[in-house]
């Protein structure tokens, strides 16, 4: 069964350093997005992304943080200058309409 | 804008008990709603999802879920539960973005404990 790929599975980094966080949707997907769950609180929605352009974005997703399809299958979320609050599982999903599927997430840690 | 309630942060039940969690949606206009679980140390996984049509949907693990539009619930229920059924059960309501894609609203959650 198709799924979405989040690598890594677990970073952490220094505060003020810049991250990449990787993620392969689901191949035939157009529709692309990056979810949040800081520990012990809800998912958020930070952005979703269609046709190479960001197509919604929530007041979280600031200008420390921005999105690429490099390639045709990789989809990444760059923090700039991290900051102990972007400490968090970080979550990828993918849809060909209404449907999210989401990957297993990355935990970052900003020490 | 949408929001959802999960007024029950935690649930306990013995296994082979039936369940039913409770979710509420504040939505303009017809909802996508979903239910998605999440085990520990796991990614959220799809359950079931309501669209339109027969309000009373099937999912995933012998999970069910009614929408009650007058209530504007949709509240999830499984007659019996299983040990392995024990995890973070999240419900959600999507908003179709005029840029396209599906934003998810996301309810707080409700932790599921399930005695032996």
């Known amino acids: 069964e198709p799924e979405v790929t989040q690598t890594p599975s677990h970073q952490v980094t220094q505060m003020g350093q810049e991250v990449i966080l990787r993620c392969v949707p689901i191949?035939?997907?157009?529709?692309f997005y990056w979810y949040r769950q800081i520990l012990g609180q809800k998912v958020e929605f930070l952005v979703s992304f269609y046709n190479n352009e960001i197509s919604e974005k929530s007041e979280i997703f600031d200008d420390q943080f921005s999105v690429e399809r490099p390639d045709g299958s990789n989809f990444t979320l760059k923090i700039r200058s991290t900051k102990l609050e972007d400490s968090a599982m970080y979550f990828c999903?993918?849809?060909?309409?209404?449907?999210?599927?989401f990957g297993q997430g990355t935990r970052l840690t900003v020490v | 804008a949408q929001s959802v309630t999960q007024p029950d942060i935690h649930i306990t039940v013995s296994e082979g008990a039936s369940l039913e969690l409770r979710c509420n949606y504040s939505?303009?206009?017809?909802?996508?709603l979903f239910w998605y679980v999440q085990s520990p140390g796991q990614g959220l996984q799809l359950l079931l999802k309501y669209f339109s049509g027969d309000t009373l949907v099937q999912g995933i693990k012998g999970f069910e879920a009614e929408f009650k539009r007058s209530q504007s619930s949709f509240n999830l229920r499984k007659p019996s539960v299983h040990w392995s059924d024990a995890a973070e059960y999240f419900c959600a309501v999507g908003a179709w973005g005029t840029g396209g894609g599906n934003k998810l609203t996301f309810g707080t959650g409700t932790q599921l404990k399930v005695e032996l």
């Open positions: 939505y303009g206009a017809t909802p996508y």
């Open positions: 999903a993918s849809s060909a309409d209404v449907v999210a599927f």
């Open positions: 191949s035939n997907h157009l529709y």
